[in-house]
């Protein structure tokens, strides 16, 4: 089992940047790919990032490529997701979510999943 917590949603204007963090519990954290998705208001959910137990591999959605950057710290239990030159677009809440299996972009493939962080960005 692997709870997850995400943190470091807000609100910031177009062009701006933030970090968002997500806690994992358990000690497999390492074992486990990791992504990120985001569901906008009134939209199905959409995948942002993707990234291996070993950081090797890094998937990315077109619409973020170039823009957002998706890390993971084993030793902290932590992955991230870096947002630069946000848009208004971005506006969502972000998911992050584990599987016990290689990454990927595909939300049904994930067996954990945290709470959200809201992401807010003006224009």
């Known amino acids: 089992q692997v709870q997850l917590v995400e943190s470091g949603g807000g609100l910031v204007q177009a062009g701006g940047s933030l970090r968002l963090s997500c806690a994992a519990s358990?000690?497999?954290?390492?074992?486990?790919?990791m992504g990120w998705f985001r569901q906008a208001p009134g939209k199905e959910r959409e995948s942002v990032a993707a990234?291996?137990?070993?950081?090797?591999?890094?998937y990315y959605s077109d619409s973020v490529k170039g823009r957002f950057t998706i890390s993971r710290d084993n030793a902290k239990n932590t992955v991230y997701l870096q947002m630069n030159s946000l848009k208004p677009e971005d506006t969502a809440v972000y998911y992050c979510?584990?599987?016990?299996?290689?990454?990927?972009?595909?939300?049904?493939?994930?067996?954990?999943w945290g709470q959200g962080t809201q992401v807010t960005v003006s224009s």
């Open positions: 358990g000690r497999t954290f390492s074992s486990y790919a």
């Open positions: 990234i291996s137990w070993s950081s090797v591999n890094k």
């Open positions: 979510a584990a599987r016990a299996g290689p990454s990927t972009l595909i939300g049904t493939a994930y067996d954990y």
